[in-house]
């Protein structure tokens, strides 16, 4: 039970999960695109998604949806760029709790799956 | 008395003649205010205060009759000479009166208010003991935050959070179970994306109530440096205190919360006895009953709706016409065009309903400029009449936040700047009193706001000068130029012609960025002066930002949109003519229009399309840009048609998705698919 990372570059999600296992946040499952989310999620129940927005095959925003379809409790945090604001309100609109901007710092990323942990 | 079995015939008499009175009274400070009232005038007060104050306790309106009696008290203190008059007593007068003014209004509406009058009457209450006592700050954000659970609800209560005007007015509509909280949010300095914060902050809240105003107002498009911080929001809502401060402590990077209980719900326990609430009488009934409160997305939703209609809509009647030229004989073909009308007329009444579901009046913003007036003359000593004049004007919303700020700049120039002191009036045998106008009016398809005054107007000689001072142009070349052309110069970046910076206006943002907003709503913004006689600024408004009738072009590949609004002619120029009408002066190319010579821009060489080697003709659009004029070579005309104005504001500019793309200000969706890309030409003719 605790973090799945959803990202289409490698590089980000070994950075993630460097920073979150530093921290004694277990990682449960990484994935690289959307679609495939919602089927690891099923399966592993994560407590957190860190969700990359853009992504192939289903994009950051359409997997929430599904996410949030399956699981109305579901904890997901949206990783942007700058400049994609309105991605990021559409995702929260869709139900992510929370959002980070990359480049990914590290205290931030960990407060903000410690708030939802 | 029972205040619940007033003859009504008493309550009309009590509310008509208060109403004169508080509005009489209100005159007569403004009298003193300028040093025009004598004892008369506050003995007037004094009166008019006295009667508020027994007919409101005859009829059971305690808080009406506390508020009047600590006025009344003062004002004897003052007409006994024991206190004189400043500007601090006044001021706090206005805010007296303005409770009493919300108090009638609720009253005569017969609905239910919630007031804390507790503070006002203690701050009068000083004055009155103590002229000398300085007035607390309105808001205090440098109290303690909210660490400490135990003592939250008594921080806050200290906190003088109180709702504007525009807030209180979207509040009276509120259902009385909720209460109603004030919110003051502070982030992070170094929060990236406070707009979407701002975004989660509201969205989270949306859970536990509803929100009904945040500020600033469309926070989802500013840009992390020019967001406000803090950020407001206004929320009604059944839950506690705790329960909103979890609500936004789960969110990280937030340093502050105040939270302020501004009404309270009716439905919670005993009431305390700094709040009344007056039940409204079976026989008064609301006024607005007809109307519902509906979320704006909503409307927005179906307007995007409206909008793909139309766009199918214009191809449908297009193939109508195609199919009546081919088979004209074909019943079916004719029964098709015989419904087509129909289709267009439903269309037409559909959009310009929803377009009017979205128009507000314009007295929101408006009503917002008096006080300021009053405060800025006050600050430099003039005087001056503030008229407002078609506050009524319906506008599209989205246009109407978007107007606050150039306003705002232009009367503050008029009254910083344009307006003189007493003292320069006097000398130049003008009347002391100025006088400024802003007023709205419908013209055909467009809002004109204008503000005019009657200071000393523009002085060309000063803007010449100032114009050779910042190199902005040459001594010669100003020669050639009539007044009408040297006057827009103050529309450009960097121009300013005041001679000293004031608090009040000129902090370096100039007139060029009141252009540009108001460039950015498809709007115009005009001056006229006349030395001695005043200053008129005239702004013309689209009544609608989504939908333009726009003249399609074609260069390459590519299709344009001009609006409609922008284009004086269009002029076809055959082969044989080309070399007759367009000439070349040195890298300038100019076109004769109506013997005057006009700047050529063509479109195809400004977005570097390829151009087609087969000129035969040519079309030119004269296209206008206030006092500018300004001659567009294209290739092909496709037609003029309504459009669909899809903004790309999320993607162009620095740092986001598209980059700075110079020259389009939206995109369109034409109904068979393809893109067209609509034409800014103020940022074309910038050059």
New interface residues.
């Given amino acids: 039970m605790g973090v799945l990372i959803v990202d289409d570059a490698a590089f980000m999600r070994m950075t993630i999960r460097k920073m979150l296992e530093k921290n004694n946040i277990k990682v449960v499952g990484e994935t690289t695109n959307g679609k495939d989310a919602i089927e690891k999620y099923k399966i592993l129940n994560p407590k957190v998604v860190t969700m990359d927005i853009t992504m192939p095959k289903l994009d950051g925003v359409d997997s929430i949806k599904e996410i949030i379809k399956i699981d109305p409790k579901a904890k997901i945090i949206v990783c ?1 760029s ?5 991605l ?2 559409k995702a ?2 869709c139900g992510a709790k ?2 980070i ?1 990359k480049p990914i710092n590290e205290k ?1 990323l960990i ?2 799956v410690n ?1 939802l942990l | 008395m029972d205040k619940f079995n007033i003859d009504e015939v008493y309550y009309s008499m009590f509310l008509e003649e208060t109403q004169e009175q508080i509005e009489k009274i209100e005159q007569d400070l403004l009298l003193l205010e300028n040093g025009q009232g004598d004892k008369e005038t506050i003995n007037d007060i004094f009166r008019m205060a006295h009667s508020i104050k027994g007919a409101s306790a005859t009829m059971g309106f305690e808080d009406m009759e506390r508020l009047s009696h600590s006025l009344e008290n003062l004002l004897s203190k003052i007409r006994d000479m024991k206190i004189n008059i400043n500007v601090d007593i006044i001021n706090t007068f206005f805010k007296g009166i303005d409770k009493l003014k919300y108090i009638h209004s609720c009253l005569s509406k017969g609905e239910d208010y919630v007031l804390d009058i507790n503070e006002l009457i203690e701050e009068i209450n000083s004055l009155t003991e103590n002229s000398t006592k300085t007035i607390k700050n309105e808001i205090e954000l440098n109290g303690n935050g909210m660490e400490d659970e135990e003592n939250n609800c008594k921080d806050i209560e200290n906190l003088d959070i109180e709702l504007s005007d525009y807030e209180n007015e979207l509040c009276e509509d509120i259902d009385l179970r909720f209460n109603i909280y004030k919110i003051v949010i502070i982030m992070n300095e170094d929060t ?2 406070k ?2 914060k701002a ?2 902050i509201v ?1 989270n809240l949306l859970g536990i109530g509803d929100v009904i105003s945040t500020d600033p107002l469309n926070f ?1 498009k500013i840009c992390d440096e020019d967001f406000k911080n803090p950020f407001k929001i206004v929320i009604a809502t059944e839950k506690s205190y705790e329960e909103i401060y979890k609500n936004i402590n ?4 937030i340093k502050r919360i105040f939270i302020k209980k501004v009404r309270k719900s009716k439905k919670q326990g005993s009431t305390p006895k700094n709040v009344k609430i007056i039940s409204s009488k079976d026989n008064f009934k609301r006024k607005d009953i007809s109307t519902i409160r509906i979320d704006v997305n909503k409307i927005d939703k179906l307007l995007n709706l409206v909008g793909e209609f139309i766009i199918h809509k214009e191809n449908l009647i297009q193939i109508g016409d195609e199919l009546k030229r081919k088979y004209k004989t074909d019943p079916l073909v004719k029964k098709l065009v015989s419904i087509l009308p129909n289709i267009n007329y439903i269309g037409t009444e559909l959009q310009e309903t929803v377009m009017s579901a979205r128009m507000l009046p314009l007295d929101s913003v408006f009503n917002r400029f008096p006080r300021m007036v009053r405060n800025l003359a006050q600050k430099s000593n003039k005087d001056i009449d503030f008229i407002i004049e078609g506050k009524e004007t319906e506008i599209d919303r989205g246009i109407i936040e978007e107007l606050v700020d150039p306003l705002t700049h232009i009367i503050r120039n008029a009254v910083d700047h344009g307006i003189e002191t007493k003292e320069e009036r006097r000398r130049k045998n003008k009347e002391e009193r100025a006088r400024i106008i802003l007023s709205a009016r419908h013209e055909e398809n467009n809002v004109v706001i204008e503000i005019e005054d009657n200071g000393k107007g523009i002085s060309i000689e000063d803007i010449k000068k100032k114009i050779i001072e910042k190199n902005l142009a040459e001594e010669e070349e100003l020669q050639a130029l009539s007044e009408k052309e040297i006057i827009q110069y103050i529309f450009e970046p960097g121009f300013s012609t005041a001679k000293e910076i004031t608090d009040i206006s000129g902090r370096g943002v100039g007139l060029d960025v009141v252009k540009e907003n108001i460039g950015k709503l498809s709007g115009i913004v005009e001056v006229k002066s006349q030395k001695e006689k005043g200053t008129k600024f005239i702004i013309k408004l689209p009544l609608t930002l989504a939908i333009i009738q726009a003249l399609l072009i074609k260069e390459g590949n590519y299709i344009f949109a001009i609006p409609i609004s922008s284009i004086i002619e269009t002029i076809r120029v055959k082969e044989n003519e080309i070399k007759e009408k367009i000439h070349r002066i040195g890298d300038l190319e100019v076109f004769d229009w109506r013997n005057q010579a006009i700047t050529v821009i063509s479109i195809a060489k400004y977005f570097e399309i390829e151009e087609e080697m087969e000129n035969k003709k040519l079309f030119v659009i004269v296209v206008g840009h206030s006092e500018k004029r300004f001659a567009f070579i294209v290739n092909r005309l496709l037609g003029e048609q309504e459009i669909v104005i899809k903004s790309m504001g ?1 993607f162009i500019g620095k ?3 598209l980059g700075n793309i110079k020259g389009i200000s939206g995109v369109s969706i034409l109904g068979d698919g393809t893109f067209a890309h609509i034409v800014d030409i103020a940022s074309i003719i910038r050059g």
């Fill in positions: 942007s700058r400049g994609q604001e309105s990021v309100m929260i609109a929370s959002f901007v931030r407060e903000e708030k | 990236v994306m707009s979407v975004f989660l969205n989802e789960s969110i990280s990077e999320a740092d986001k998705l």
